[in-house]
DNA sequence: TTTT
DNA sequence: TTTT
């Protein structure tokens, strides 16, 4: 993918529920989550503190979303970077709707309160070349085991999903945002 | 403003208009614009170049409202970092609708076709300390005079504008977003 | 400050060791640190997992200075903001040398592992300013008491840091960056 | 890729220089240049106008690598993502030494003024997904040409460059950072 | 020197 | 509605 311009959202928060993983009728899938990030301050007339939650609806496809689904859980604090994409759709009466997402590049879960062993950072694609030049050093021998997997092998039949239109783009969004 | 969070968003686009700017009851400058930025990518059946512009609603406050209201055009391609904020307003038969837009904390020009002298960066705060501690080094002794100002004087009276709703909070979303 | 250019590091990763709060004359706090964050890969021969520390070093001035050096600890994970500065300084033998730091204008705390109560995230500067136009709305109530101090009380005295230079200027760098 | 912690640096400058472009042994292309950004503000005392220039020193691999080596100039405004590394490396005299560069993954021209036709925003990988899920909406009918290949041709044969050692890891640094 |  |  090429752009002009850039388009990067950079979010911290927690997760408001566990996160939905779909899946297409290719068999990839899409996992849907919200994300909390919240701002305070102080009135100025009062000083009173003020405090508003932020809800950033966040969308993963393909190995991110299996790893989404498999690691986050309501409340994980996460990294998520991506970039912000309005889809358009209709509401039950005809009208025209928008909906803000970001579609996430990059995960990092950043507690490790399961027990799941998995989290760690996971890239948008799996680059096993050597993007920083690393490889141009001298080689250090690493001899410990290769790592274990990390992304989900119970990679769900698609058939399983009966063929309903592709989530977050038809049936996704019932009423409102979320 | 404290945070529970990172919420940040960095754009490079262009203006699809010229920007709206608006006053507050207090006199405080509100601006709307639109930024278009764009992905290319090829169909993975035929091999066609697509291309899907994302367009991103932004709103500017006081300071930085002027300034970008000032110095921004239709075309201008200019460099913005902000914070996502979804906004709840109600549409004319009473339904809740939600639209997300980017609150600007920082601008900066990125091409200097206008004639106006202006550009330059914009922080989001006229911070006058040294944030970089470069003060603490010997003093470079400057002697080019002391920039323009590049803050535009003519801060219209609040008066001229009639006791409007505040914009982008009221009045602004007169049925869908853009 | 204003800038011509961009200039940003995000980082979230691990102090390698406490935090050194030092004080300038001017009773103003410098906290230096090191981070690490660490990349992982396979060599492309051998299939070998392959890893890589970064250390990071981290300066933070005032307000900023004081939070990290209280709240921050040896294995703390921290999100940091900042900027790139290169320093110049002279080593024993009187030639020059270079050392690149992040100067940092925001800092989240990632992990709750201390007992401080504190954390949290601490920007830049105070604005008690309403940045995101949420003052607009219809005031919330807030009930709630005013938050506990989050900023150390004991400010030291100057004196109590004898005619030192100014730390991360003259003295910071014995030989070598770390 | 993986990665524990985020290691993110975003740079919009101007070129001091035209790239340095090399070949590895392997033909891969590896380019240098130095980008400055520029930060003002008011000395607290004199109230006189101060300016700093940092230069930051970036390195690109591969296809980047050559891209940048082709489309920037001296003076070119660029927008560069990539991440800090810093490299240990031996003075005349046998003592260690540091340099830190930010290795670009993105970049993006954002100057035409050059007569290339080139230009336009290069990603680190040539992603012929659909990482923003763009291809599950009915499909646009392109039926504009494919574009022009901005990729350059004259990939320059290793044996052009004598068996040199890596350039930014052994010959780059004939004595200081630059 | 951190972390998993 | 922008831009190349």
Known sequence: MMARGINKVILIGNLGQDPEVKYMPSGNAVTNLTLATSDTWKDKQTGQ???RTEWHRVVFFNRLAEIAGEYLRK???VYIEGALRTRKWQDQSGQDRYTTEIVASEMQMLDSRGGEGGGGNQGGYAGNQDPMGYGQQPQQQASR??????RPQN???PQQQPAQPAPGFDDFDDDIPF
């Not at 085991?145 to 990390?150: E, F, H, L, T, V």
């Open 155 to 157: 990679q769900p039949a």
């Open 75 to 77: 409340g994980s604090k």
């Open 49 to 51: 503190p003020q405090e």
């Open 145 to 150: 085991p290769a790592p274990q997997q990390s």
